[in-house]
């Protein structure tokens, strides 16, 4: 089972920029499609974005297209989530997931499809 640390989160003003890391242990990313998903307080949990295994294909919420984008390093190690053009309505605890995937360009966009979460890191845009 692959360990999830996420970091880089913090406080930021609207129309500023962050970029999360997520770092694995245990294994690394090579075999694991990615995601990040959000939870702001007191909404559930949403997708945010989601890379294949292979890290050729990726998919963005409608919410946050054209602003947030994901990638990883290649190494199987760490998997990122830039965030531009940021707004207060992104403020939310942040948590990276992983599943095993036996396929190259398959991302997944289901909280419940992933079995390995992290603990979560804060995001908070100051209008």
């Known amino acids: 089972q692959v360990q999830l640390v996420e970091s880089g989160g913090g406080l930021v003003q609207a129309g500023g920029s962050l970029r999360l890391s997520c770092a694995a242990s245990?294994?690394?990313?090579?075999?694991?499609?990615m995601g990040w998903f959000r939870q702001a307080p007191g909404k559930e949990r949403e997708f945010v974005a989601a890379i294949s295994r292979g890290g050729g294909s990726t998919n963005c919420a409608d919410s946050v297209k054209g602003r947030f984008t994901i990638s990883s390093d290649g190494t199987g190690n760490t998997v990122y989530l830039q965030m531009n053009s940021l707004k207060p309505a992104d403020t939310a605890v942040y948590y990276c997931?992983?599943?095993?995937?036996?396929?190259?360009?398959?991302?997944?966009?289901?909280?419940?499809?992933?079995?390995?979460w992290g603990q979560g890191t804060q995001v908070t845009v100051s209008s």
């Open positions: 997931a992983a599943v095993d995937s036996y396929y190259d360009d398959t991302y997944y966009c289901a909280d419940a499809q992933y079995d390995a």
């Open positions: 245990g294994r690394t990313f090579s075999s694991y499609a």
